[in-house]
């Protein structure tokens, strides 16, 4: 079957798709969703097919090729394509396999991870393999297999050597932005740590939307190698580098329904730490109400779960549970937790000190697993470091090697214009602060899009409050912003004070 290539200028995102009209759908008895190979001269590629109701979009005769089947196949609108019938991809009848209860072994475990990255499976196919992992039982084999296949099947920063540092926060947790103080901290000790970040999927900022307020943070890979090469430390976002890359597909298929399959968060995040050689890994998962893991048996089961996966993996790994029944730090939204973080690493009168504490504490534990300090003195030296201003320091080489400004102060980092101040509707006790209201009102507000905006908090669990006291001041970019985070919170006061 010959056809006249149309470029149909749209891009899925991710799926191949192609778009015949029905008349050739009919003639050669074709159904949506059937998979075809496409072959133009030496390129060749398999698609999605797609009906076209009328000839407005494709006549017949013509094959309408999205963007990243143009770009596979290297082809222009009016060329000639060749097209048969294709199997499914042999992971199919895996995902099917797993769907049935049964245990997938090393090769069927790279085919679906080759094939997720490779966008041979559709969004229905990639669902059911997310759904067959969180309905059936997962090994500990098939999961260290899941993230060796899923770290292996995108690129890998070779750091020649020892130990390379790490930790990543199960998240959930408003303002919890802990890696941009223990990072300098760690890099300031002699110790690697190549650290890559995510922005936001439902937060009001992510550790890269934040950095991105003091620096570029989309650095490429053989960039990024001579920084800790040069520096020991780095910030960047994940998503400029092709590191784990199913990673990113699984996650939008699992956002609609909420779906965290133990099992592919596990491989999820400990594939993203074996792709930069990293050997000594802290994990922190907050726990509390409102926080993506709620109580302390979950908490612990899910403990015992990295640590096996790391000795399978032949990691040092160290699990520490915290406190996450409330936001972090005073600052919410890229901007003000950007100002939060440089009055901790300033020593300035404003820095919140609850993410001064839990910073230290973290970076504590990771020199005493690197054996930088002994066993009880972590917490000693970190501390040391932090307030010598050696972390500062180093703060600053990584905001200027990655393309930032270096002296960068606090107060010169621009808030949204339109504010409004939340006070208190009664006297007492503060007693609850959702963090999951906290931070869709932030949202609402323009965060993290906007990086001005956001909240500053003024009051924390366990404090004292007079009726009519300043809560929290609420920024925004724009008038229409500011008043729909003001009418969110007349429904949903995230503050219970009793």
């Known amino acids: 079957m010959k056809f006249k290539i149309k470029d149909m200028d749209i891009a899925t995102g991710g799926t191949l798709i192609v778009l015949i009209n029905k008349s050739d759908a009919a003639k050669y008895d074709l159904h949506a969703m059937d998979r075809v190979k496409l072959t133009k001269g030496r390129y060749s590629e398999t698609a999605l097919i797609d009906i076209g109701e009328s000839e407005k979009a494709v006549p017949p005769g013509i094959i309408g090729l999205f963007e990243e089947v143009m770009h596979s196949l290297k082809a222009k609108s009016k060329e000639t394509v060749h097209m048969r019938l294709a199997r499914k991809p042999l992971s199919v009848q895996f995902i099917k396999k797993k769907l049935d209860g049964k245990t997938l072994n090393k090769n069927e475990i790279d085919q679906i991870v080759w094939d997720i990255v490779h966008n041979k499976l559709n969004d229905v196919e990639l669902t059911y393999f997310v759904s067959a992992c969180y309905t059936n039982v997962v090994t500990l084999k098939e999961t260290v297999l899941l993230t060796k296949a899923m770290a292996e099947c995108g690129d890998m920063l070779k750091i020649n050597d020892y130990p390379v540092m790490d930790k990543h926060c199960i998240g959930g947790v408003a303002g919890n932005r802990t890696t941009m103080i223990l990072v300098p901290i760690i890099a300031a000790a002699g110790l690697k740590i190549p650290k890559t970040s995510s922005r936001s999927i439902t937060s009001p900022a992510g550790t890269a939307d934040t950095m991105e307020v003091l620096t570029n943070v989309s650095i490429p890979i053989k960039k990024m190698k001579s920084l800790i090469e040069e520096i020991n430390g780095c910030m960047v976002w994940g998503g400029a580098l092709n590191l784990a ?28 730490k074996h792709s930069v050689s990293s050997t000594h890994i802290l994990i922190d998962i907050p726990i509390g109400k409102g926080a993506k893991i709620e109580s302390r048996e979950e908490a612990l089961n899910l403990k015992e779960r990295f640590e096996q996966i790391g000795q399978a993996l032949k990691k040092h790994i160290k699990v520490i549970i915290t406190d996450g ?45 690197a054996g930088k300090s002994k066993p009880g003195f972590g917490y000693k030296s970190a501390l040391g470091i932090l307030e010598s201003g050696a972390a500062y320091k180093k703060m600053k080489e990584i905001i200027k090697k990655q393309g930032g400004k270096n002296n960068i102060k606090p107060e010169d980092i621009k808030l949204g214009r339109y504010t409004y101040k939340h006070k208190a509707s009664k006297a007492g006790r503060v007693a609850q602060i959702d963090n999951r209201i906290i931070s869709r009102i932030a949202r609402v507000a323009g965060a993290p899009k906007d990086k001005e905006a956001g909240i500053y908090l003024f009051k924390h669990k366990k404090h004292k409050v007079k009726k009519g006291e300043i809560l929290f001041t609420l920024y925004a970019e724009s008038k229409e912003k500011l008043r729909n985070a003001i009418a969110g919170l007349k429904t949903q006061d995230p503050y219970i004070i009793k």
């Not at 329904?257 to 491989?267: C, G, P, V, Y």
């Open 245 to 272: 890359p199913s990673d990113d597909k699984i996650i939008k298929v699992e956002r609609p329904l909420a779906i965290d399959a133990e099992s592919q968060l596990l491989a999820s995040i400990m594939a993203k």
């Open 325 to 369: 029944s409330q936001p972090i730090g005073n600052g919410i939204g890229p901007a003000l937790e950007a100002r939060d973080v440089l009055w901790i690493l300033k020593g300035d009168q404003n820095q919140p000190q609850d993410l001064k504490q839990k910073s230290v504490l973290m970076a504590g534990y990771m020199l005493e697993l």
